[in-house]
């Protein structure tokens, strides 16, 4: 599986972005996805995961009510949108596939190179 993820850019704080992943393969709609940052300085956290149908979702609470992630099976591709930025929600964005899940990310075993989100105050 190889995901590549696009859509980072800089934005002012209160503004939006979309990011998007698409994962090669046959079996895209059978795995888990989700979507993980890294800020300058610090460790990677997880940011939001969905189930292989986009029925089940889940969020970290620092994104809750601001992020949506959701997918398109037909297209192999992921989504994070991204509302209400913050200057923290600077990072770098990756997206990661769980392919021995299918509810939600456990282990990510595939990932993306990762996109840039710089939100400036």
């Known amino acids: 599986v190889h995901v590549v993820e696009s859509g980072g850019g800089v934005v002012q704080a209160g503004g939006s972005l979309r990011l998007s992943c698409a994962a090669s393969?046959?079996?895209?709609?059978?795995?888990?996805m989700g979507w993980f940052r890294q800020a300058p300085g610090k460790e990677r956290e997880f940011v939001a995961t969905?189930?292989?149908?986009?029925?089940?979702?889940y969020y970290a609470d620092s994104v809750k009510g601001r992020f949506t992630i959701s997918r398109d099976n037909a297209k192999n591709t992921v989504y994070l949108q991204m509302n209400s930025l913050k200057p923290e929600d600077t990072a770098v964005y990756y997206c990661?596939?769980?392919?021995?899940?299918?509810?939600?990310?456990?282990?990510?075993?595939?990932w993306g190179q990762g996109t840039q989100v710089t939100v400036s105050s």
């Open positions: 393969g046959r079996t895209f709609s059978t795995y888990a």
């Open positions: 969905i189930s292989w149908s986009g029925g089940f979702t």
């Open positions: 990661a596939a769980d392919t021995s899940s299918a509810l939600k990310i456990i282990i990510p075993n595939h």
